[in-house]
């Protein structure tokens, strides 16, 4: 089953992607490193509820 996921920059805190992941494949907490437009440069970022 997929789930809606919020990643959010680890610099800004900012909110900036919605993706869905399979929960059986990524039991944990994902961290990827994206672009953030607001840092306005690739900073890492990690899931949220």
């Given at each position: 089953m997929r789930v809606k996921?919020?990643?959010a920059c680890e610099e800004c805190k900012?909110?900036?992607y919605?993706?869905?992941k399979d929960k059986k494949?990524?039991?944990d907490?994902?961290?990827t490193?994206?672009?953030c437009r607001?840092?306005?440069k690739?900073?890492?970022h990690k899931e949220t509820k």
């Open positions: 996921i919020t990643l900012q909110r900036n919605n993706l869905t494949l990524h039991p907490r994902m961290v490193k994206k672009y607001f840092c306005q690739h900073t890492s």
